[in-house]
């Protein structure tokens, strides 16, 4: 039996939320209302899938990365599957209050930024005014911890609430399965991590 492109499971999926990816066009009206819950955006990095991937850990697949899943079996740590790609769920955005004006995206102190998938350095997407920005730099914002910007003159931002954001990983094994891994998640700060794929996004 062929494998199932890894584009077309995605494609599938994305159809149902389009409401939810779409970026919306701006409001001449004072109230904008925020992406619908939960936002699901698919891990670039894994447009392409993966063949014959090693599991390092062993996890529970699902049928699905909605609430209402059911458990179809687990993964073996060496067992090789095929990754199909991966999407990040955003159920709860982080909240960072804006401190100093940030005239190219339109904020001002007071504001408040929503940030949803986040890509390292400092970069994630997120909306502001009612306008996405995609792939934005944040490097400027502190966190509820700290750490972040340390540039004290540059620092216009901070996050005043972290939200809730999982990563889910659709793979085919090799009786044929296709499911879905939890692969990481964030709730309120702290971070946990599967440790079934290793370094599938690395490079």
Same mark, same amino acid.
């Given at each position: ?13 994305? *159809?149902?939320?389009?409401? *939810? ?17 939960? $936002? ?7 447009? %392409?899938?993966?063949? %014959? ?29 095929? !990754? ?9 955005? =982080?909240?960072? *209050? ?18 949803? =998938? ?9 909306? *502001?005014?009612? !306008?996405?920005?995609?792939?934005? %730099? ?13 540039? !004290? ?5 901070? $996050? ?13 094994? $090799? ?5 879905? $891994? ?10 946990? =991590? ?10």
């Amino acid at each position: 039996m062929s494998i199932t492109p890894p584009r077309i499971a995605i494609v599938l999926l994305f *159809a149902t939320f389009a409401s *939810a990816q779409t970026g919306p066009a701006r409001s001449s009206g004072s109230e904008i209302s925020e992406p619908k819950l939960p $936002v699901v955006q698919e891990q670039s990095c894994l447009a %392409n899938g993966r063949t %014959n991937w090693p599991i390092e850990s062993g996890s529970p697949i699902y049928s699905s990365w909605r609430p209402q899943r059911t458990q179809l079996g687990r993964l073996r740590a060496g067992e090789k599957v095929t !990754v199909l790609g991966g999407i990040t769920i955003t159920r709860q955005p =982080d909240k960072l *209050a804006v401190t100093k004006p940030k005239p190219d995206i339109g904020v001002k102190p007071g504001d408040i930024i929503l940030r949803y =998938d986040i890509f390292g350095e400092g970069n994630a997407n997120i909306w *502001a005014n009612g !306008v996405w920005h995609k792939g934005y %730099n944040l490097w400027t914002a502190t966190e509820t911890d700290g750490t972040g910007c340390r540039a !004290v003159d540059a620092c216009d931002a901070r $996050v005043v609430e972290n939200g809730i954001m999982e990563r889910w990983v659709q793979v085919k094994t $090799v009786t044929g399965i296709t499911a879905w $891994v939890l692969e990481s998640k964030v709730t309120h700060g702290v971070y946990w =991590d599967s440790h079934v794929f290793g370094q599938l996004c690395a490079g």
